[in-house]
């Protein structure tokens, strides 16, 4: 049986959280949060991070790459907002930590293939996102 808090935190969970990544993995994501979002009318809410600890970060998106999915959003007509942040913490964290604070109903990531040993050796940000995800997350891989 279901209490009241609990139905209430499903009735406000309406945004979709999309972990993104100028790459062809980061593109599947922002394409399948687009479809998740307009098939449920949600909101995104789409998270681009850095750790900082570099000082060149390929992963962080540049002003004309965000200038571009704003107007990809913009054209899909969907409502979003887009956050950057540069705190020092894992990819990951900041997925399931933004998915928690706007109480998210999906996170939407991208995957790429990897081989055993390199999941091995350096960890997946994927995997740590599916693990401490509170809601249900799609993962979604790139065509080449």
Known sequence: ????????????????????????????????????????????????????DSFADTRFASEQALQDVRARLDQAGVVYEIAQEVRGHEASEEVVEAADRVQASLIVIGMRRRT?????????????????????????????
């Open 116 to 144: 055993a040993t390199g999941k091995l050796i350096t960890g997946s940000q994927a995997q740590r996102i599916l693990l401490d995800a509170h809601c249900p997350v799609l993962a979604v891989k790139a065509t080449y």
């Open 1 to 52: 049986m279901l209490t009241w808090p609990a139905v209430s935190a499903m009735l406000t969970r309406m945004t979709i959280v999309v972990g993104y990544v100028p790459t062809p993995e980061g593109e599947a994501a922002l394409t399948a949060a687009v479809s998740e979002a307009r098939l449920r009318d949600q909101p995104l809410h789409i998270v681009n991070s850095s750790r900082g």
